[in-house]
T-cell receptor
Framework: SAVISQKPSRDICQRGTSLTIQCQVD?????MFWYRQQPGQSLTLIAT?????????ESGFVIDKFPISRPNLTFSTLTVSNMSPEDSSIYLC??????????????FGPGTRLTVL | KQEVTQIPAALSVPEGENLVLNCSFT??????LQWFRQDPGKGLTSLLL?????REQTSGRLNASLDKSSGRSTLYIAASQPGDSATYLC?????????????FGKGTLLTVNP
């Protein structure tokens, strides 16, 4: 399994600014994912971030708004750029690795709660 | 496009009751199905994972079943406790190239009353 930490745990930001969220994993993993959970909604995948390649974005998400870095097998960042109140959400990092149940089990970080004023 | 539906959206039960949460999905081309628990304002905790070739998985008071051909899964919680109160999310891992990702349902909000 994997233990994932995220920084910051929460933040309140002004519109028009940017925030970078960090995700750290306690083991080397190939596949990392970034999700958004808007208030009262379920999780939506923003992008898949594999080390050594460009992130792959889902429909409705673009690199200019959500740039992602993946410098090594244990770390990734997601930046939310030029924020507006509609970006207020919980942002979650997840990884796929060998868990107690399967080789492709996904584990999630505690999330970053972002409020944009 | 995969769609995952969870019924009911909310459920309130007295402590000690057995209960069933339902999940359905539209595309049976999946690798696995995972059930997660989410406490308010928190991340997700993986509860059970069923591979597409399996029928069920058990962990303690939890039992999850999968009927891939009909696109359905159930999460059975025995002898519910107030500590089980949380949102339960069902997610399927889609197979096939660029479609390899988890698709989530909207969740079932469970309240277990003491």
């Amino acid at each position: 399994s994997a233990v994932i930490s995220q920084k910051p745990s929460r933040d309140i930001c002004q519109r028009g600014t940017s925030l970078t969220i960090q995700c750290q994993v306690d083991s080397q993993v190939t596949m990392m994912f970034w999700y958004r959970q808007q208030p009262g909604q379920s999780l939506t995948l923003i992008a898949t971030a594999n080390q050594g390649s460009e992130a792959t974005y889902e429909s409705g998400f673009v690199i200019d708004k959500f740039p992602i870095s993946r410098p090594n097998l244990t770390f990734s960042t997601l930046t939310v750029s030029n924020m507006s109140p509609e970006d207020s959400s919980i942002y979650l990092c997840s990884v796929e690795c060998y868990g107690r149940q399967a080789y492709n089990e996904q584990f999630f970080g505690p999330g970053t709660r972002l409020t944009v004023l | 496009k995969q769609e995952v539906t969870q019924i009911p959206a909310a459920l309130s039960v007295p402590e000690g009751e057995n209960l069933v949460l339902n999940c359905s999905f539209t595309d049976s081309a999946i690798y696995n199905l995972q059930w997660f628990r989410q406490d308010p304002g928190k991340g997700l905790t993986s509860l059970l994972l069923i591979q597409s070739s399996q029928r069920e998985q058990t962990s303690g008071r939890l039992n999850a079943s999968l009927d891939k051909s009909s696109g359905r899964s159930t999460l059975y919680i025995a002898a519910s406790q107030p500590g089980d109160s949380a949102t339960y999310l069902c997610a399927v891992l889609n197979s096939g190239g660029s479609n390899y990702k988890l698709t989530f349902g909207k969740g079932t909000l469970l309240t277990v009353n003491p």
